[in-house]
T-cell receptor
Framework: GAGVSQSPRYKVAKRGQDVALRCDPISGHVSLFWYQQALGQGPEFLTY????????KSGLPSDRFFAERPEGSVSTLKIQRTQQEDSAVYLC????????????????FGDGTRLSIL | GNSVTQMEGPVTLSEEAFLTINCTYT??????LFWYVQYPGEGLQLLLK?????DKGSNKGFEATYRKETTSFHLEKGSVQVSDSAVYFC????????????FGTGTRLTVIP
């Protein structure tokens, strides 16, 4: 398809397990973002890639969260030793923005992965 | 810092009623402003945007004007339809190198026939 694809759509894990969430951005999009959306809240920024380079990871809530984009396309968000507070929808977005000021390129969002930690 | 304050919902309107969802922001520099919409069971979609003061974004009958003097970007529609029922998010991009988005908490709109 032409949009951002995320998998799995739903993930249930027990506390303490590791999880991996996948994002396939729109082909050719340079920029890729991960956001976390808690129930009833707006999405909050986690991390940003420009091609394979992770340029901003200031939003990652702890060192249990790790993201990669090794070939500048598909990205994986990994959460180690999950906790109940990690339960949220994880959104991936991509854009053709190439960095610098005053970009008008919109972000295109996937449908998200709903993560539930028991 | 950057933040967005959005009118809390839920909002329930009758079909053909006038809609306003308030949004104010705090930002460093000159942000771009956005409204995103999330229909039931779907992902976030860009509804409209404005990139500088006094710009008006519009789409599908919705409008919002970038007001720098009041730091606002209120969403309006003259006549809502049942199909407009969704959650609406106001957001800003602070125009740094990442251009990541800062979102409000969302407003759930329900339009009844």
């Amino acid at each position: 398809g032409a949009g951002v694809s995320q998998s799995p759509r739903y993930k249930v894990a027990k506390r303490g397990q590791d999880v991996a969430l996948r994002c396939d951005p729109i082909s050719g999009h340079v920029s890729l973002f991960w956001y976390q959306q808690a129930l009833g809240q707006g999405p909050e920024f986690l991390t940003y890639f420009q091609n394979e380079a992770q340029l901003d990871k200031s939003g990652l809530p702890s060192d249990r969260f790790f993201a990669e984009r090794p070939e500048g396309s598909v990205s994986t968000l990994k959460i180690q030793r999950t906790q109940q507070e990690d339960s949220a929808v994880y959104l991936c977005a991509s854009s053709s923005h190439r960095g610098g000021f005053f970009s008008n390129q919109p972000q295109h969002f996937g449908d998200g992965t709903r993560l539930s930690i028991l | 810092g950057n933040s967005v304050t959005q009118m809390e919902g839920p909002v329930t309107l009758s079909e053909e009623a006038f809609l306003t969802i308030n949004c104010t922001y705090t930002a460093t520099g000159y942000p771009s402003l956005f409204w995103y919409v999330q229909y039931p069971g779907e992902g976030l979609q860009l509804l409209l945007k404005a990139t500088k003061a006094d710009d008006k974004g519009s789409n599908k009958g919705f409008e919002a004007t970038y007001r720098k003097e009041t730091t606002s970007f209120h969403l309006e529609k003259g006549s809502v339809q049942v199909s407009d029922s969704a959650v609406y998010f106001c957001a800003l991009s602070d125009q740094t190198g990442a251009n990541n988005l800062f979102f409000g908490t969302g407003t759930r709109l329900t339009v009844i026939p």
